[in-house]
């Protein structure tokens, strides 16, 4: 029974052979073919990121007391040197009517120790005991003027820091405190401020890309680098952001370097927290071969295409695909600028065909 089925088997396989055509070694095909454009390659790349204020300031009241006004709304934008919050100063009023007069009374006390000195140095017959005495008092009293000098300088601040003011322009949060409360530097933040334009967008390169896109040099990432950022809905963050740092060291666990760039932000569209991508492209680019991606068949061994020579003989040539830009796929490696493949019915060619281009 099985020699019968094998019989039948090899009869079948001879009748299908001899019904099929064979194809000829070298047939000639008319077919697409293309030379090998040079195109700009920018090499963009987009990297996940993260939106970061440029400052951020916790404000915190430096003297304590009884918080009269709150001069900010919750999520207020607001400049440098704005008052936000009063406390009651009061106290800190009398504080520097007493520093004041203390210093008024110390200049007073060190005039008349200048004096007395002065005439004990001049009087015949005066003890040096007196002289070294009224020496001594004069020095005391330019100590206490200095003393109390002092004290002045710390009242006046003390009572200019009841208006609690902020030190850089930006968006408050939420006040902690409100009218009536009792504020001090021990009790915290009465309000945080971050800076929203000019905002920086900060990503991770990896060692891999920093050296193919920018020679591993933070010098020339800054010079030729342009960043765009992509917004978490897919859309395009119209604004073109420069690099502004990069971190001192890689991240040893992920071989990456971060980098930090800076938007004007404008539109206050970026906010710090937010999840961007950046896509980072470099300004100056390389040229590299690029071809129609219909030319590109994929087998086992990967990519290849069809070169023709100048007699039109193709031969399979492998290739590392780059990426593509427009309606043309870059080409990595294998192929030169000039050189023809055949762009359309690749799946026709075999190796020693002849192909004359599609008119």
Same mark, same amino acid.
């Given at each position: ?29 008319? $077919?697409?073919?293309? *030379? ?7 090499? !963009? ?5 993260? %939106? ?7 404000? !915190? ?8 006004? +709150?001069?900010? #709304? ?17 106290? &800190? ?9 203390? %210093? ?37 009293? !330019?100590?206490?003027?200095?003393? !109390?000098? #002092?004290?002045?300088? %710390?009242?006046? &601040? ?18 902690? @405190?409100?009218?009536?409360? &009792?504020?001090?530097? *021990? ?20 060692? #891999?890309?920093? @050296? ?8 020339? @990432? ?5 960043? *765009? ?12 952001? *420069? ?9 040893? #666990? ?15 569209? $970026?906010?710090?927290?937010?999840? +961007? ?9 390389? +040229? ?15 990519? &290849? +295409? ?13 290739? %590392? ?39």
């Amino acid at each position: 029974m099985t020699g019968r089925i094998q019989t039948a088997a090899v009869a079948l396989l001879a009748a299908t052979s001899a019904a099929l055509p064979l194809r000829g070694i070298g047939a000639n095909l008319t $077919l697409p073919v293309a *030379e090998v454009k040079g195109a700009v390659d920018d090499q !963009a790349k987009t990297f996940p990121a993260k %939106v970061v204020a440029v400052q951020r300031v916790d404000l !915190a009241p430096e003297v304590s007391g009884e918080i009269l006004d +709150v001069c900010c #709304a919750d999520g207020a934008l607001v400049k440098a040197g704005d008052v936000l919050f009063r406390l009651n100063p009061i106290k &800190y009023k009398s504080a520097l009517k007493n520093a004041q007069a203390k %210093v008024a009374e110390c200049k007073s006390r060190k005039l008349y120790a200048d004096s007395n000195f002065a005439r004990h140095e001049k009087t015949m017959g005066v003890s040096q005991d007196a002289v070294d005495k009224a020496r001594s008092d004069r020095d005391v009293a !330019a100590s206490a003027l200095e003393a !109390a000098e #002092a004290e002045l300088a %710390v009242a006046e &601040y003390n009572l200019a820091h009841c208006e609690v003011k902020a030190p850089i322009a930006g968006k408050v949060g939420t006040v902690r @405190l409100t009218k009536g409360n &009792y504020a001090s530097p *021990e009790k915290g933040a009465l309000v945080t401020i971050t800076q929203i334009t000019p905002i920086r967008v900060r990503f991770s390169i990896s060692s #891999a890309d920093f @050296l193919r896109m920018f020679q591993g040099r933070s010098t020339v @990432l800054k010079e030729k680098a342009a960043v *765009e950022v992509v917004l978490a809905d897919g859309s395009a963050f119209g604004e073109k952001g *420069e690099i502004d740092y990069t971190e001192n060291l890689a991240d040893e #666990a992920t071989d990456t370097l971060r980098v930090y760039a800076r938007f004007a932000n404008a539109e206050r569209v $970026l906010r710090p927290g937010g999840t +961007v991508g950046a896509t980072v492209r470099n300004k100056d680019g390389v +040229v590299r071969p690029a071809v129609p991606p219909s030319a590109v068949m994929q087998d086992v061994q990967g990519p &290849y +295409v069809w070169v023709l020579d100048a007699s039109g003989a193709a031969a399979k040539r492998p290739i %590392v695909r780059g990426r593509m830009t427009g309606d043309l796929l870059f080409v990595a490696e294998g192929l030169s600028v000039g050189e023809r493949v055949v762009t359309d019915g690749t799946h026709k060619v075999a190796p020693g065909d002849v192909v004359t281009p599609a008119p």
